[in-house]
Nanobody
Framework: VQLVEFGGGLVQPGGSLRLSCTVS????????IGWFRQAPGKEREGISC???????YYKASVEGRFTISRDNVENTVYLQMNSLKSEDTAIYYCAADPSLAVVSGASPARPDYWGPGTQVTVSS
């Protein structure tokens, strides 16, 4: 099983990026997928997740700015990030687990699978 994130980079405040998480080796439709991020000096936090039924959840700090979506045919999950702020600077990770609670960060359990992460830097 492999998860790989793409799409990170440097963007100015107010700009947009779209991250993608390409999944191989598992049936994506049977897993909940979450996006996490870890800023320098901070703990990793769950920011958005999508369940197997397509229901979506967002951390308050990104709700209204970020949109998660999944394409089970392409085995890819996306995170559209708009109106980016400097505090969004972090390494972004995608994770897969059968449990929504795990990929939302609500459960302390570690997701079954992680990607290596992609750096997002918001700076002028």
């Amino acid at each position: 099983v492999q998860l790989v994130e793409f799409g990170g980079g440097l963007v100015q405040p107010g700009g947009s990026l779209r991250l993608s998480c390409t999944v191989s080796g598992l049936r994506l439709e049977t897993y909940a997928i979450g996006w996490f991020r870890q800023a320098p000096g901070k703990e990793r936090e769950g920011i958005s997740c999508v369940n197997t039924d397509g229901s979506k959840y967002y951390k308050a700090s990104v709700e209204g700015r970020f949109t998660i979506s999944r394409d089970n045919v392409e085995n890819t999950v996306y995170l559209q990030m708009n109106s980016l702020k400097s505090e969004d600077t972090a390494i972004y990770y995608c994770a897969a687990d059968p449990s929504l609670a795990v990929v939302s960060g609500a459960s302390p359990a570690r997701p079954d699978y992680w990607g290596p992460g992609t750096q997002v830097t918001v700076s002028s």
